[in-house]
DNA sequence: CGCGTCATTGACCGCAGTCAAAATAAGTGG
DNA sequence: CCACTTATTTTGACTGCGGTCAATGACGCG
């Protein structure tokens, strides 16, 4: 069972599949990409990985290519939060200077393609573009977390629990329309996790979720698979209403 | 009364003064900084006065220099919510192109510095060092949103205002360790305001403060004006527990 | 003095956190 | 393949924090 996998082939397709990743190695120059290339290389780790603490300063940064991360915070009390979760083509790690602000764990098995920070950074140097990419997604990722506060602050459980419903259906049919038909959504990440990441406990999630199906908006087809029935009701459950058909025709 | 007062003198006050604003500037280059000096201008504004709505795309961007601002967002039920307040030496505006994400409105008097968005970008290129400051503090401002959210939906009511407190009188003693004796600060806030920040009601609000009143750890002066009397107490409650005196000492 | 604004106080109630237990899923060894 | 253990989800009963509605009090202003 090999730990390095075969790592140009991924590589490209990563970076023709967009998303953050992409982008970036977009904005390189083709010598650039050609260095990252050379000197990245692809881990993948089991769930439950710790990549990162708070407070050390790890010396590589990496980029999600497959699973899930999750960014977490302890409090004081004990307990612990989920700050944000990493999907593919996402990046972890310090780019700046300075100590890991919270921890960065998987919580699936999870592929990453890992770089070493003083390579990444002098690799950045040369690339301008890539800088200004980096500064557009940092401000991406500020207006981001902003919403979700306000969102985990605002609403209800079921409001949550319909808008991250929503964020994964929209991951999974992205750029086409919807059918307006029922569309599968996977979770990959237990009742636990989730329940941290909505600010909220696994008892009250489970209530919601069969709250939603027997409003006939969801069915549960197991623990981790769900089918969504009547997404315009979950888009008014979830408190956003709009911007679903409307803006899709890109 | 004037609407634009001397600058020169105010710019390099500000810049003395440290801070986000003082930092960049002082990464410019002495060219830079007089470029910049040129093109800003200050502006002085009432309380209520909205600096940019959600959606539009200002073509100006500022530094506060006085006074106090709030970054609001609304939810489709209606209701709003403060997201961020900004404090001399903080930005605002966006810095990247795109529209703007939140509503921008001055909670008191304020004094700003403001400059022309393409003036700021093009001075920006020709500065390695100050883009990277910008990187830096982007990062920095996403650390604070996410604890932000852990703040807003772990703890109770009274934490976030012990938080808050604190948080108004270690700015206030900044750099100067403890005198262990009594402090007062000020709120430039309506109690609708700060309920909006914290996430509550005004009158979940009065609650809590006069709960840590009657608890012998703040004294309402007026409804703006706190005296703490017993700190340690207030770190207990807000849940920090320690990083007072403890580090202070630089 | 009357009015409007804002903070405070009181009464009520619903959402969700907590404790506890049952049901289901998943893994282990015979 | 089945008995047994362990982990995870689901359901139930109870409680409390805090949101809501409503009334009172304090303050500033015309």
Redesign the interface.
Known sequence: MQRTLPQDGLIELVARQGGYLGRLLGAFSDEGRTRFQDQARMRVVPPGTVLATEGEEPDELGFVAGGMLA?S?H???G?T?I??LLVPTDLFG????GPQ??RVESLSDARLLCIRRSVFETLLASEPAA??L???H??E???R??????L????KVVSRVAAFLVMLARRRGSGTDWPSGPVQVRLQLSRADLASYL?TRPETLSRAFHQLADRSIIRIVDPYHFQIDDLPALLKVS???SAWGDDAGG
Chains 1, 2 share one sequence.
């Open positions: 960014m915070k409090l004081p009390d307990r939060h700050v944000g310090r780019i700046v200077d602000r919270h800088q200004r980096l500064l557009v940092a401000h990722e500020l207006d977390a902003r919403e979700w506060s306000v985990l602050n605002g609403s600010g408190g956003q209403e």
